[in-house]
């Protein structure tokens, strides 16, 4: 069990660019969730997967944001036209079927900045 | 009004102090109730974890739920220097959208 990882650590773009994230799960997690941290707030929830299927967005998301999960086990977050409000930590969680509906288990978090 | 309150604090406690964070919420179908550590620029770390009403204990750590008051409680026993970080409280119920507190940030001063 190596934990949840997350790719790049941090991230540094322009406005207007386009940027993507990388998730690997815990081996053997079926179920993953994408959240947005700003500084002094807690996780705001994104997306979450079940498998390779997306059931539940947050109505916050926006349009540029999208996420897949094409196979069941890594998943990427890509957002179009960043803005600077964009700029914040995206955290990946990901859970097991097997464990509670209380437990995830979550990466070290990506760090955007939009300049 | 949020669907979860928590004190952002800061709370600052001597060495061996038992620290007590509190979250209060709104939505009472809430049913699972955790408690996260996070250290600065690190993703949050599972604490605790309990289902419904109740108190559940582990280590230095105990859990305590009130759904009648919906209010939940983690009291940290012994407290460290390297209990030093930031509380977050979050709750679901049979969805699949957890919801999170603010956080408190607390330290623990040797």
């Known amino acids: 069990d190596t934990g949840v990882s997350q790719n790049p650590r941090h991230k540094i773009t322009k406005r207007g660019q386009n940027v993507t994230f990388r998730c690997d799960p815990i081996s053997e997690h079926n179920r993953l969730y994408w959240y947005r941290q700003t500084l002094g707030q807690g996780p705001e929830f994104l997306t979450y997967?079940?498998?390779?299927?997306?059931?539940?967005k947050s109505r916050l998301l926006s349009d540029r944001f999208s996420a897949e999960r094409p196979k069941g086990s890594f998943s990427t977050l890509e957002i179009q036209r960043t803005e600077q409000g964009d700029s914040a930590m995206y955290l990946c969680?990901?859970?097991?079927?097997?464990?509670?509906?209380?437990?995830?288990?979550f990466g070290p978090g990506t760090r955007l900045t939009v300049t | 009004q949020k669907e979860v309150e928590q004190d952002p604090g800061p709370l600052s406690v001597p060495e061996g102090a038992i620290v007590s964070l509190n979250c209060t919420y709104s939505?009472?179908?809430?049913?699972?109730f955790m408690w996260y550590r996070q250290y600065s620029r690190k993703g949050p770390e599972l604490l605790m974890y309990?289902?419904?009403?109740g108190n559940k204990e582990d280590g230095r750590f105990t859990a305590q739920v009130d759904k009648s008051s919906k209010y939940i409680s983690l009291f940290i026993r012994d407290s460290q220097p390297s209990d030093s970080a930031t509380y977050l409280c979050?709750?679901?119920?049979?969805?699949?959208?957890?919801?999170f507190g603010t956080g408190t940030s607390l330290t623990v001063i040797p």
């Open positions: 997967f079940q498998n390779e299927a997306q059931l539940e």
């Open positions: 979050a709750m679901r119920y049979t969805g699949n959208q957890f919801y």
């Open positions: 969680a990901s859970s097991s079927p097997a464990r509670g509906l209380g437990e995830q288990y």
């Open positions: 309990t289902y419904s009403s």
């Open positions: 939505n009472s179908a809430f049913q699972y």
